[in-house]
């Protein structure tokens, strides 16, 4: 049953034969503002910005809100370009989208593809992309009280120990608890290419990429993980 990962452990599926075969990434995501909720990008479990209040526009708020339609169109074009093949891409997150909607969204999909406790609460999930040494994998990434999670936007075909092919959803469950921190991080060569990097108790690297609101992603996970420290 694909909900049933355990929460006490780190847990990868391997791709090409490499658990956990994560590398620095070399393929650009730009930074991004908030997307405000639509389906290509994140999704977070807050209603703070409808309680924010409203202010008379004025030349500088209208620049404002261009540069940040500019930036999220920048990082939607960057999130699905950065699939090795465009169409591939597409057909994932159309496919992603029905699922959801199907499922009756994010957090129930949250709570079918991963062991759930009831008490544990979906902060944040943002469509990315995860670097593995076979590629960059398009997927969501969950951030709850209680854990970071990662799954593919389609199943990835690998190969089991008796030599059988299978197409399974690539996986990562991290506790928090577990998560030794949790950092920005740029492409030496291009500092505007923005990355998150996890790394665990126990060494492990992951780097996730391609974010359309780079900024608040990067926020919530940051919170989540000083939260679970304490």
């Not at 590629?135 to 008796?162: K, M, N, Q, W, Y």
């Not at 299978?166 to 990562?172: A, E, G, H, M, T």
Request: charged share 25%; aromatic share 8%; net charge positive.
């Amino acid at each position: 049953m694909e909900g049933s990962t355990n929460p006490e452990h780190v847990i990868g599926i391997p791709v090409n034969s490499t658990a956990y075969g994560i590398e620095e990434p070399e393929f650009p995501a730009e930074e991004a503002t908030p997307d405000h909720g639509g389906f290509v990008g994140s999704f977070a479990q807050s209603n703070n910005d409808s309680n924010s209040s409203r202010t008379a526009p004025d030349q500088t708020s209208e620049v404002r809100r261009t540069g940040g339609k500019k930036k999220i169109a920048r990082g939607i074009k960057e999130h699905v370009t950065l699939g090795p093949k465009l169409s591939e891409t597409v057909k994932g997150k159309l496919t992603l989208g029905a699922r959801i909607l199907q499922a009756g969204g994010v957090e129930k999909v949250f709570r079918q593809w991963f062991s759930v406790d009831k008490n544990e609460r979906l902060i944040r999930a943002s469509q990315c992309y995860l670097s593995t040494t076979a590629g960059p994998i398009a997927g969501l990434l969950f951030v709850s009280t209680e854990r970071v999670a990662f799954r593919s936007d389609r199943p990835l075909a690998v190969t089991a120990p008796d030599g059988e092919k299978l197409r399974v959803p690539y996986k990562v469950t991290i506790p928090l608890r577990k998560v030794r921190r949790a950092v920005p991080t740029e492409n030496k060569h291009k500092p505007e290419q923005r990355y998150i990097e996890v790394v665990t108790n126990d060494g492990f690297e992951f780097w996730f990429m391609g974010f359309v609101s780079y900024h608040r992603s990067l926020h919530h996970l940051e919170q989540a993980v000083a939260q679970a420290a304490r």
